[in-house]
RNA sequence: UGGGGCGUCGCCAAGUGGUUAAGGCAUCGGGUUUUGAUCCCGACAUUCGGAGGUUCGACUCCUCCCGCCCCAGCCA
């Protein structure tokens, strides 16, 4: 057995490179979410390369909230996101920390540009602002403002701060090239004023720091060695390195980008997702249908699971869209490996079995899981009434073996870890619908072949109708089925699959079922892998959400 | 028509001048099986966006061309 090894991406070479030329002691990484919505499988990704990347190099991660917009942001989010990367298994460095935990240090930091002439208070308003910053092929204009003293800016400044100005009216600036072919150089917006209050900080501050004021200083505050991102930051970078190169930074970070992760048939967009909770197209934003990893957890998908798809996964500068079914792989391998095996049937069909003595009940044994010794077996109630799924007979006795490998009258078919029975006759209602079958069960067959001349043509589950308990099943499909939801014209909204959730009521599930709880995941045999769902299930009525189908 | 980035099998992707162009997903065959599952075997790029060039030799280096993505929020 060889060990195949996976080959090394460009940022960890990078590293290996930094480690090997002292440029770095200790490798520092972080995952950086904003708290404005609740992560998602594209969060994933990049959670797991950073705390990743911290392990591999025996460095650490540290879990930061970039919170430098109280318009959008909430503790509601902190708070599920913490929940989230913990989850998935990772721990950080230390507490979270907050940008805005450094919003004294950024101030100070902002007085510090501006007495060094490389900042200024610009009231050119918004879109003042946007005229002056010229288009992409041609250079912007200097602000009217941006040559003003030091001393005026600073008293501008601390009149934004105090909220003696109103919102919109003056911002703070750096000061770098208006004529610069990357527009972010073009004298970049560090503060604007907000008066809000802040998760956090509440009514401390009346201006914010944007982000490219906030983040690279952030690194440099945690002593980040390797500051990953996405790819669209990537024309942020000079912006990251010309405040490090202006300010007493405690050190210096450099920024890498990376692809993100696209799904098709997803929708990874927080504002979008948003929507889908806001609207109440979905059932919140840990509806089971959702690629949130709280949707995720709800729905059965382990963290492990989640963790070796990201693993899987290229860190490149390509950004590609992954085929959903490859993490649907990655949900199935692990569950096939790891979920205790159980049988459900969805659409009960009763079956009595005439030469079954009226009153025996025995108890079979099966295996808790076909290759997993280390896994209980179960006990599976046996009698003369079973219920076993109305798909798995069929009253067209033509039909192949091969076609179908389930009963029809006159032949037989073994009863998953229990006897082989042959159907004998139906009984119809009035309406000529089959509401029951009349079997005959072949003794002494459990975990025995049939005699000579008995021929199963396969293998149903079945549940025993005396001893059984009644559960709800929540089936769901992907919830676009269009594999670009969003992308074109028109409203994602429309692109909702009106099929994502059937609700089954009343499936007749094995005894042992009824002690099942949340966070155990099953394979109801020739079905699916399900899991009792966290919010709807209770004592009364059991509920279990169906993760993935079996293929 | 500015700047930045990317183009290798249906999808993801390794490859860093000399390999029979890895691997995974998907797909299609066949075998095993008390889950039509799992598992196992096999098939699946004479070719690397295109055209030139350098070289004994190029997916890897050079030139030009084509295509896609990102940037003109007081969002991140």
Redesign the pocket.
């Known amino acids: 057995m060889t060990d ?1 090894e996976k ?4 940022i960890q ?1 990078i590293i290996t490179a930094d480690l090997e030329a002292n440029r770095v002691s200790q490798v520092v990484t972080r995952f ?1 979410p ?1 708290p ?1 919505g609740y992560l998602h499988i594209g969060h994933a990704k990049s959670i797991c390369l950073n705390f990743g990347l911290a392990e591999q190099f025996g460095g650490h991660c540290n879990l930061r909230f ?1 919170d ?2 109280p ?2 942001e909430e503790d509601e989010f902190v708070q599920a996101i913490i929940e989230d990367v913990r989850w998935l298994g990772f721990n950080w460095a230390g507490e979270p920390r907050f ?1 805005s935990d450094y919003y004294d240090q950024l101030y100070s930091w902002a007085i510090y540009l501006i007495e060094q002439g490389k900042a200024y208070i ?1 009231e ?3 879109e ?3 005229d002056y ?5 041609e250079a912007g204009k200097n602000s009217p403002y941006r040559e003003r003293p030091a001393a005026e800016s600073l008293e501008l400044l601390e009149k934004m701060k105090i909220g003696a100005a109103d ?5 703070l600036r750096a000061k770098i090239d208006m004529a610069s ?4 150089m073009r004298d ?2 560090m503060y ?3 008066k809000m209050p802040h998760h956090r900080t509440g009514d401390k501050w009346n201006i ?5 004021f ?2 690279g200083q952030e690194d440099a505050i945690e002593g980040v060695s390797h500051s990953v991102c996405t ?7 000079p912006l990251y390195e010309w405040f490090a190169a202006n300010l007493p930074l405690p050190s210096v970070p450099r920024q890498y ?1 990376f ?1 993100r992760l696209n799904l ?1 048939y997803t929708m990874t967009s927080k504002r979008k997702l948003k929507q889908l909770v806001d609207e109440k197209h979905v059932d919140g934003w840990d509806d089971p249908r959702m690629p949130t990893l709280s949707g995720l957890r709800r729905r059965g998908v382990t963290a492990a699971s989640v963790r070796e798809f990201c693993n ?12 959903v ?2 993490f ?2 990655f949900i ?2 692990d569950l ?2 790891n979920a205790m ?1 159980a049988m459900c049937v969805l659409n009960p069909l009763k079956v009595t079995l005439s030469n079954y003595p009226v009153d025996q009940e025995e108890l079979l044994s099966a295996a808790g ?3 997993r010794g280390d896994l209980a077996s179960r006990q599976l109630p046996f009698s003369r009434e079973l219920y076993i799924d109305r798909d798995d007979f069929s009253l067209d006795s033509t039909l192949s073996r ?5 009963l029809v009258l006159g032949d037989y078919v ?5 006897y082989v029975i042959s159907a004998d006759d139906v009984v119809t209602d009035s309406s000529g619908e089959v509401v029951e079958l009349i079997c005959s069960y072949v003794p002494g ?5 049939p005699p000579e001349g008995i021929r199963p043509r ?4 079945w549940v025993d109708a005396n001893n059984c308990v009644d559960c709800d099943l929540y089936l769901y499909e992907r919830l676009f089925n269009v594999p670009a939801p969003g992308a074109g014209e028109g409203s994602f909204v429309e692109q909702i699959n009106p099929e994502s959730l059937k609700i089954i009521r009343n499936a007749k599930a094995e005894l042992g079922l009824g002690s099942a709880v949340v966070g155990e995941h099953y ?1 109801f ?3 699916g892998y399900y899991c009792v769902d966290s919010k709807y299930s209770s004592s009364e009525k059991l509920v279990f959400n169906r993760t993935i189908s ?2």
């Open positions: 195949i080959p090394t991406n460009f070479q950086p904003e404005n970039d430098t917009n318009e959008k940008a610009c050119l308003n918004a003042q602002m946007r910053r010229g288009t992409l092929t919102e919109g009216s003056m911002t072919p990357n527009i972010n970049p917006v604007r004023i907000k914010y720091p944007s982000y490219d906030a983040h790819l669209e930051f990537a024309a942020n970078r980008e692809g098709n899987s996964l290229a860190v490149a500068k390509t950004d590609g869209v992954v085929d079914a490859q649907e792989h199935r391998e096939n490996n095996r899981h076909p290759n091969k076609k179908f490998k389930r073994r009863l998953r870890g229990g067959t459990v975990g025995e072949d396969g293998v149903i589950h394979q045999e020739r079905e079996l293929r």
